[in-house]
């Protein structure tokens, strides 16, 4: 892209210009945040079991002390030898947040379907502290739609983010949120997928604001995982 070079009263008319477009983006994003929390809910029956350095716990149980759980869906299939750079993007974000999000009542956990061990080994290189654990041997990741079976992927397209996707894989990235009220009963309030799980890369809300921008050749074709820049 070419720019001008302007006076400086001229760079503050476009700035102000710009200025009503950033709000009516501030009001429109607080209208969606309304509308999200007015979804309804729906109860989770099954009872889900993950496998955590403290041993089995249910989907309950994640929650620890609070009310609220948020999941990252972390791309990481059994036998891989290192997570979706993507989702190790997403989850470099993670620890910053965490003190902030427990304090005010939110549990947040990643999920992958590869087991514990493999996930440990990844975590440990990455140097995370949050929680991470194993879906393997459950239906979660199946029935949240980040996974699919290999008929599925056969077809030519799988059913994500909320409609058919002609981009296939077995493993795909989300975000789920959860509640649990006083009787301790769970339910599913919101997941996002796609470019959805955005929300989670401080990284680009910065780079948004740079005279470069993303400045990306192809999708995320310029990321590594944080041990792998030269």
């Given at each position: 892209?070419q720019?001008t070079?302007?006076s400086?009263d001229?760079?503050?008319?476009?700035r102000?210009?710009?200025?009503?477009?950033?709000k009516?983006l501030?009001h429109?994003r607080d209208?969606?945040?309304?509308?999200?929390?007015?979804?309804?809910?729906?109860?989770?029956?099954?009872d889900?079991v993950?496998?955590t350095?403290?041993g089995?716990r249910?989907?309950?149980?994640?929650f620890?002390?609070?009310?609220q759980?948020?999941v990252?869906?972390?791309m990481?299939a059994?036998?891989?030898?290192?997570g979706?750079?993507s989702?190790?993007?997403m989850?470099?974000?993670?620890?910053?947040?965490n003190?902030?999000l427990a304090?005010h009542d939110?549990t947040m956990v990643?999920v992958?379907?590869?087991?514990?061990a493999e996930i440990?080994?990844?975590?440990k290189?990455?140097g995370?502290q949050?929680?991470?654990v194993?879906?393997?041997?459950?239906?979660?990741?199946y029935?949240f739609?980040?996974?699919?079976?290999?008929?599925?992927?056969?077809s030519?397209?799988?059913?994500y983010?909320?409609g058919?996707w002609?981009?296939?894989?077995?493993?795909?990235?989300?975000?789920s949120?959860?509640?649990k009220?006083e009787?301790g009963?769970?339910f599913?309030?919101y997941s996002?997928?796609?470019r959805?799980?955005?929300?989670?890369?401080?990284t680009?809300?910065?780079l948004d604001?740079?005279?470069?921008?993303?400045n990306?050749?192809e999708?995320?074709?310029?990321?590594r995982?944080?041990d792998?820049?030269?």
């Open positions: 892209m720019h070079v302007v400086s001229e760079w503050l008319a476009a102000r210009d710009l200025l009503k477009a950033e009516e501030t429109l209208k969606v945040a309304r509308e999200r929390l007015a979804l309804p809910w729906v109860r989770v029956e099954k889900y993950f496998d350095p403290d089995p249910t989907l309950a149980e994640l620890e002390d609070r009310s759980l948020l990252q869906h972390f990481f059994p036998g891989w030898k290192e979706c750079p989702c190790s993007f989850a470099d974000h993670t620890d910053g947040m003190m902030h304090h939110v990643a992958s379907r590869a087991p514990l440990e080994r990844y975590r290189r990455m995370w949050f929680k991470w194993s879906s393997n041997g459950s239906p979660f990741n029935d739609r980040v996974t699919f079976t290999p008929q599925e992927v056969a030519g397209h799988i059913d983010n909320f058919q002609n981009e296939t894989g077995e493993e795909w990235p989300g975000l949120a959860f509640f009220d009787a009963d769970v599913h309030t996002t997928f796609g959805g799980v955005e929300v989670m890369m401080g680009y809300a910065m604001l740079m005279p470069k921008g993303r990306e050749a999708g995320m074709d310029w990321l995982r944080h792998q820049y030269a």
